[in-house]
């Protein structure tokens, strides 16, 4: 017997067994599972979630003087740089706008946005959290305080977002 015998008889093997059934008509598309895909953009959102509960917490309350303009500068750093921010000696790279944002979802695309300015040795950068409710305007500064790469911050000026923005300069300094 030759191969091609063999392969003739399994086909005919196959059509007897299958003789008598009906095709059957699909109606339904299974869904396929996809594992969602890992970018830059989700490693980044993971990490800045990471960073925003290691470095920010809700508890702490910082004290900021009511009568002026929100301003801070850490201890180790010139005390004269929240008044080179308010006179304009710098100039914001980055842009955050927190408008419409959770409270959770803020902290983390802050953390984002001092992560990425890091990356890009970026010294300044401008935080927009409006005003409203004054939940983002309370809680942001006190978030920042708690950053150790936040030198100093002041309410930004009005082209900038005046009392609803803060200029925040990071230090960017022996980082890598």
């Given at each position: ?175 890598y």
């Amino acid at each position: 017997m030759t191969e091609k015998s063999n392969q003739d008889d399994e086909i005919d093997l196959f059509y007897q067994a299958i003789k008598g059934t009906k095709k059957l008509k699909q109606d339904k598309v299974a869904p396929s599972i996809q594992k969602p895909k890992i970018n830059k953009t989700n490693l980044e959102l993971k990490e800045a979630a990471k960073t925003a509960s290691f470095y920010f917490s809700d508890d702490f309350e910082p004290y900021f003087a009511a009568d002026k303009p929100m301003q801070y500068v850490r201890d180790n750093v010139q005390s004269d740089l929240a008044k080179q921010i308010r006179k304009g000696n710098f100039y914001p790279d980055l842009i955050l706008d927190l408008h419409g944002l959770t409270q959770i979802k803020a902290k983390q695309e802050l953390a984002a946005l001092i992560n990425a300015a890091l990356k890009q040795n970026i010294e300044c950068v401008c935080v927009v959290h409006g005003l409203g409710m004054g939940v983002l305007k309370h809680k942001t500064p006190a978030w920042l305080v708690q950053h150790p790469n936040v030198k100093a911050f002041h309410q930004a000026p009005l082209e900038w977002g005046g009392n609803g923005a803060l200029l925040v300069v990071l230090d960017t300094q022996d980082l890598y």
